[in-house]
């Protein structure tokens, strides 16, 4: 394995960190939209021009560290560093991707499940005739959490699809760039 590859597998497990990770400001967005049709036009929009921006940051990142990740490497000259040649490191890039993807998978799901739980029964103990879902307070975070349920639960047990997509992506790019004519350099 050379230092790039090991640069290539760090900036890649960071980046499946960042998809975990953006979530959390989606779903504030969403809810926050939501919020800005039912109230005055005040606040709302600061926050929500705010969260659209934290987005952008984190999709940009994450282009970055799964698709972009030899660009990456080059802006911030991470491989000039490691003088060795070679590291003797004998497990492929794709197989460290599908552990990680699988490892996030159970985090996120054993964060989520007991919450979804939690809230669900929470809603079946105040459930009447009166009180039906979509007027329930706390539903919005009852789809949130099942959505989290669900998205773990395709990450742990589809990570071979999610790696063989990001290494798709990964090998298109090395084949534009090398068949760039030369001098275009």
Known sequence: MTPRSLWIIILKIFGIYLVLQIYYPLVQLISSVFMAFNQPLDNNWLTISFLFFAISIYLFMIIAFLFRTDWLIGILKLDNSIKEEKLEINVHRSTVLKIVIMLAGIAMFADSLPLFLKELYSYYQQINDTVHFKNYPRASIIITE????????????????????????????????NTSPPGNN
């Open 146 to 177: 099942l959505v989290k349920v669900l998205i773990s639960y395709f990450m742990m047990t589809s990570s071979r699809l999610i790696v063989n997509f990001i290494e798709r992506k990964r090998k298109e790019t090395d084949k534009v760039e």
